[in-house]
């Protein structure tokens, strides 16, 4: 379908949703087109939720960025899925993605059966198509149509652009008609702040073997702009004194890694050149310990 079909102005909110490492924040970045949510390897890396916001002739499309629905474990595990599901009640449309690569599984249900209760229109999209044959795409489909009665079934490819901007057609069609939600010129709402932290985040967890992605929390305390540079002091917070080693690495080497490598990233977001300052501190348990929640902004 032509996207000016109708002659409509359509704006609202959408997000994707799905099982960890299904390529939700990945498929956030290839719409918006700019790095804005962090992706890794790893299962659960998305803490914060960062709005990326499309701008087109037709439409505003303003996409919240959730981290995955998981069985809780801990007191932050449990928080995060209640904002997962504060988000969905919140959204117009909702793209549940199913990792191509991966047989739909007890979670891809529990999730569809969730998304089944909101009012939101709901779309399948069947990520990572790259790696996979025509067949068990195929399948794959099948198997999704399924699950539950979806608007749509779009199989895509964040990473080769196959049909990205198919999805972002579809996704447009199913939200309502809306003056614009936002100014022409913005592209996320999150503070710069927080997009900082998440950068130095990714840093941090790069190349790190052990399961730290739960351990890591990085708060940023101060930025003073100086002229043309900026100074950023942030905190990055551990669990446990063997963790901050690992952060550390011998001799602060590994430290001075992350620190250089988040730098390129937040000169690039922010236009200026950067000094940054990072300290390892570690927090005992923050993970179960309401307070300390609190205090690192969950
Ligand atoms: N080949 C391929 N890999 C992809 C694609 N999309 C995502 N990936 C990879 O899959 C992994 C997980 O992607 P993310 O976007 O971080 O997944 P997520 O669903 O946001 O993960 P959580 O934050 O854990 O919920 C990363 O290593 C991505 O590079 C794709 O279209 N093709």
Known sequence: MDRKDDGVY????ACFVGRPNAGKS??????????????????????????????RPDAQLV????????????????????????TWSETDVIGVCFPADEPIGRGDRFISAEVGELKAKVIAVVTKVDLVNPQTLAQR??????????????PVSAVSGHQVENLIDAIVRHMPESPQLYPDDIITDEPEQVLIGELVREAALEGVREEL????????????VEGKLTKIFADI?????????????????????VGSKARVQIEKLLGTKVYLDLHVRVAKEWQRDPKQLRKLGF
């Open 10 to 13: 359509r704006a609202g909110f």
């Open 26 to 55: 990945t498929l956030t970045n290839a719409i918006i087109g700019q790095k804005i949510a962090i992706t890794s390897n790893k299962p659960q890396t998305t803490r914060h939720i960062i709005r990326g916001i499309l701008h």
């Open 63 to 86: 996409l919240v960025d959730t981290p995955g629905l998981h069985r809780p474990r801990t007191l932050l595990g449990e928080r995060l899925n209640d904002l997962v599901r504060e």
């Open 141 to 154: 489909l099948l198997t999704v149509s399924q699950l539950y009665d979806f608007a749509e079934i779009i």
């Open 213 to 224: 992605p739960h351990s890591i929390a990085v708060i940023v305390e101060e930025m003073q």
């Open 237 to 257: 917070y551990v669990e446990r004194d063997s963790q901050k080693s690992i952060v550390i690495g011998s001799r602060g080497a590994r430290l001075k890694e």
